[in-house]
């Protein structure tokens, strides 16, 4: 009895150490796995999506996919009506050919300005048929900030006039506060809420060596997209501005003509750094055109790993990557005309995938719930993750931080990344400490001219007060015979919203994998955490947003 006794004692603490050893096995075996990313990639750039054009067919497989994927995870659904999509209502809205116009009337003399070599427009999501005529005030950048001590509206009456407007900012502005507060949308709204009925903006040489008028000036045709809020109108549009457009600075001279400065001289402090004040200008412009709409429909696609901490687990890290890419382009003699967007952003897509895989199946379940919004519609400026962060499907309190994924360029053996918005909130030190578990450092922002805070889904949320990071690869690589730098700028200017953003790149799947590993350790850290998230003391964002 005793010896059987004591048998039976040993098997049950053979099996409890055979279960425990498979646990941990178990444990150490959730892994990242660099197949997986390549099959979502591969299937997500695949030419049957069409480049998976904001409420396109191809646009619902690659949802359908990542709905798939979701539930095989075990993921529970957070988008409307009990499921994982989130529908999202856009009004397309075309500008009829031939109908832009821009006329100059000063001193005597009628310049038509013409389109698209000397300016262009698009159509309005407000009016089928606008017309408007008026005067003309420049106002410098046209930008507002009593934090840094701009009002470049002070002393100047725009009130039933055009705004004339230099693109870009004021360079002393901080890079990431300086993008938002010189963003277009800003811009409009400050001209807006001041009376004027159009607005026209000023491309200048600073600007052209960064991005082109001609790069901007081929998609000038193409329809421009708001989603529609419960009363069916376009969010962010003003009644008021009745017209609009975006001028070369080869033909801007007719408009200061007989203004304390010229177009030149305008130009040449902007290249300069130099202070720019606004003044009243001597002519009148006509802007006219005739757009017509269109109603579609495309789902953001929401799911949610819940947390295991009984208070925590009403809390939530939100992962996020826009789905959505640009679609088949009738631009330029290239025989392929599918943008298929593999990096851009299928990556992104894929590695967040991979991110809820890994998170899904930890031992232990993160303590907070972790929300992975994929967005449609960022392409159409950013407007999936806007409508989401202006009808979050969770409190919106209730969001302690957003991580987002664009385009990371999984090219090059990367040996930091940049987490753009990480100098505002305590997401810095948390990216940086989870980034240096597996070696790789955090860098500051390698490319401030290209504005790239406010250009990704992220904005959305940092709108809405919700700290958030931008993550993306690094200029800096673990091999020392390749410039990371390059590589990146190559890509941006060869293959950024190009048809050969394809699977045929040489992209390093196991750099896929680590970026995976770095996004899930982010994850974690803040999900597992006592202290949430927080804006630094008087940051900008913080003070301009949080609720």
């Known amino acids: 009895m005793y010896k059987t006794t004591m048998f039976a004692v040993g098997l049950t603490a053979i099996f409890a150490l055979t279960a425990c050893t498979e646990k941990l096995t178990q444990t150490k075996q959730v892994e990242v796995n660099q197949e997986n990313i390549k099959a979502h990639i591969e299937f997500l750039a695949d030419d049957t999506l069409q480049g998976r054009n904001t409420g396109s067919e191809g646009y619902q497989i690659a949802a359908n996919y990542v709905k798939s994927h979701f539930k095989q995870m075990g993921l529970k659904p957070r988008g409307e ?42 159509g309005s999501a407000l009016h089928n048929d606008s017309s408007v005529t008026a005067e003309t005030v420049f106002v410098g950048y046209g930008v507002v900030s009593e934090e840094f001590g701009y009002n470049d509206y002070d002393g100047l009456d725009v009130e ?18 300086g993008a938002h507060i010189g963003s277009g949308g800003e811009k409009v709204r400050h001209a807006a809420s001041r009376g004027a009925v159009g607005y026209i ?94 109603e579609i429909t495309s789902p953001n696609i929401i ?23 640009i679609g088949v382009s009738t631009h330029g003699d290239h025989e392929d005309k599918i943008n298929n967007g593999a ?6 897509v894929s590695i967040l995938l991979e991110t809820a895989r890994m998170l899904s199946l930890q031992e232990e379940q993160p303590k907070r719930s972790v929300l992975f919004v994929v967005v449609t519609g960022e392409e159409k400026g950013l407007l999936g993750s806007s409508y989401f962060a202006q009808n979050p499907t969770v409190p919106v309190m209730k969001m ?41 450092s955090l860098s500051e922002d390698p490319m401030p001219e290209q504005a790239l805070f406010t250009r990704s889904d992220h904005y959305s949320f940092v709108k809405a007060g919700i700290p958030s990071v931008f993550l993306m690869t690094g200029f800096k690589s673990k091999d020392e015979n390749v410039d990371g730098g390059a590589v990146f700028k190559d890509f941006l200017k060869n293959h950024y919203h190009q048809h050969s ?22 994850g974690l850290e803040i999900a597992n955490q006592a202290e949430k998230p927080k804006w630094n003391d008087g940051d900008f964002f913080g003070k301009t947003f949080a609720q």
């Open 160 to 177: 039933g006039k055009i705004v004339v407007a230099l693109t870009g900012r004021p360079a002393d502005l901080p890079s990431e506060e």
């Open 201 to 294: 903006t000023l491309h200048t040489p600073k600007r052209d060596k960064v991005r082109p008028f001609s790069v901007s000036a081929k998609y000038a045709n193409g329809p421009r997209y708001s989603w529609l809020d419960n009363n069916g109108k376009p969010y962010g549009k003003y009644e008021k501005i009745k017209g609009g457009g975006y001028l070369h600075f080869d033909h801007a001279s007719a408009l200061f003509e007989g203004a304390p400065l010229t177009a030149e001289q305008v130009f040449d402090a902007d290249s300069n750094d130099e202070k720019i004040a606004g003044f009243p200008l001597n002519g009148t412009v006509t802007l006219a055109a005739k757009s017509r709409h269109e």
């Open 81 to 122: 009506y009990d499921g994982f999509e989130q529908q999202v209502t856009f009004r397309k809205a075309f500008l009829e050919a031939d109908s832009a116009k821009m006329i100059v009337e000063n001193s005597g003399q009628q310049t038509e300005i013409t389109m698209p070599e000397q300016f262009f427009t698009s």
């Open 400 to 440: 302690v931080a957003n991580v987002n994924l664009d385009m990371p360029l999984i090219l090059y053996p990367f040996a930091d990344v940049i987490a753009f918005g990480s100098t505002h909130s305590t997401l810095g030190p948390i990216v940086e400490r989870a980034a240096a578990k597996i070696d790789i």
């Open 501 to 522: 953003d394809q699977t045929d790149l040489p992209i390093r799947y196991d750099v896929a994998a680590e970026f995976a590993k770095v996004n899930m350790m982010i």
């Open 343 to 348: 990096l851009d952003n299928a990556s992104g």
């Open 303 to 325: 799911a949610v790993l819940e947390g295991s901490d009984p208070v925590l687990k009403d809390e939530f890290v939100v992962f996020s990557a826009h789905l959505d890419h």
